[in-house]
Nanobody, 125 residues
Framework: QLQASGGGLVQPGGSLRLSCAAS????????TAWFRQAPGKEREGVSC?????????DYADSVKGRFTISRDNAKNTVYLQMNSLKPEDTGVYYC???????????????????WGQGTLVTVSS
C-alpha cells in the first residue's frame, strides 16, 4: 500500500515536497514513479527512480531542473522535491510502484500496479 502526501496550495515560484510512504512493500527493491493529472487531462509521468542498487532517475522535460526524486530507505519512502513551481504544475500527484527494478517505459501508467491515493498540488497566486 502506498500513501502520498505533502500537497497543498503554493504560489508560483514556491516549493513543495511530496512523500510516498509504503507499507507491505519495500520500496528500495523496486522502481517508483510519480505521476500527475490535471483537470481534463490524462495522467502523465513526472519522474521515476530505479531500485536502490541502481538509483537512476528520470524526469519529464517539463520538470527537469526543478523537481528532484529521492528515497529514504530507512523510512521506506520516496520523495518528490518540487521547486520553482508553475501554475501548469497544478494537479493531483500520484506515486506508483511495481515489482520492477528500472524506469524504462515509466511514463505508461498501465505499467504500474500499485498506486497511492493522490495528493493535490495547486500553484496559484
Amino acid at each position: 500500500q502506498l500513501q502520498a502526501s505533502g500537497g497543498g496550495l503554493v504560489q508560483p515560484g514556491g516549493s513543495l515536497r511530496l512523500s510516498c510512504a509504503a507499507s507491505g512493500l519495500t520500496l528500495d527493491y523496486y522502481a517508483t514513479a510519480w505521476f500527475r493529472q490535471a483537470p481534463g487531462k490524462e495522467r502523465e509521468g513526472v519522474s521515476c527512480i530505479s531500485a536502490s542498487f541502481d538509483e537512476a532517475t528520470d524526469y519529464a522535460d517539463s520538470v527537469k531542473g526543478r523537481f528532484t526524486i529521492s528515497r529514504d530507505n530507512a523510512k521506506n519512502t520516496v520523495y518528490l522535491q518540487m521547486n520553482s513551481l508553475k501554475p501548469e504544475d497544478t494537479g493531483v500527484y500520484y506515486c506508483a510502484t511495481d515489482t520492477v527494478n528500472y524506469c524504462s517505459g515509466y511514463t505508461a501508467a498501465r505499467a504500474w500496479r500499485y498506486w497511492g491515493q493522490g495528493t493535490l498540488v495547486t500553484v496559484s497566486s
